[in-house]
């Protein structure tokens, strides 16, 4: 009996199965790499809006966005995915404009942002905008970025205000496969 389940035991090493593999897959990979990065963020608290105990219905700042200088880079784009995130925890509305702009400070492209103000629970709100074809053109070309806030008519704000208006952004890129 012993004898017997060790030639079972051995016999079942030798079966296998298998497939006839095709390698020439291989020449059908092609690789499309995809990068993630963060692009901007702010928190303004809501006292920050209020300057020599007088509200600040606008607030805004330019920054230089020269990422796609490089035509290297810049020609192996397929599509870039911008995202913001907004949560506000002021009890006021708020209109937000992102302008991508050239060297001259010319608007090439607005993205509006409609932040409902706060009425218990922190509001959050998303946006993903997506650049690709003439769209992925008009982001190559942006030298700058500028992000315009208005506030919305509301309950006046003071130095004593709590809440903030926060953002984040982020970009995914990607990119022509080899």
Do not use: H, W
């Amino acid at each position: 009996m012993n004898k017997f389940l060790r030639i079972t035991f051995l016999s079942v090493f030798f079966l296998s199965c298998s497939s006839d593999l095709d390698f020439e897959q291989v020449n059908d990979l092609k690789l499309e790499p995809i990068a993630v990065a963060n692009l901007a963020a702010f928190d303004i608290k809501a006292n920050q809006f209020v300057v020599g105990g007088v509200e600040q219905s606008l607030v805004g700042d330019v920054m230089d966005f020269d990422v796609f200088s490089d035509v290297d880079f810049s020609k192996n784009l397929s599509r870039v995915d911008l995202f913001f995130e907004f949560n506000n925890t002021i009890n006021r509305a708020y209109n937000v404009n992102f302008y991508l702009l050239d060297d001259n400070n010319s608007k090439l492209y607005t993205i509006p942002f409609f932040v409902p103000a706060n009425s218990g629970s922190p509001i959050v709100i998303s946006k993903t905008e997506i650049f690709e074809n003439t769209k992925l053109d008009i982001l190559i070309k942006t030298k700058k970025v500028a992000f315009v806030i208005t506030m919305l008519p509301g309950t006046p704000l003071t130095d004593a205000s709590v809440g903030n208006l926060k953002m984040r952004s982020s970009a995914t890129i990607y990119f022509l496969g080899q």
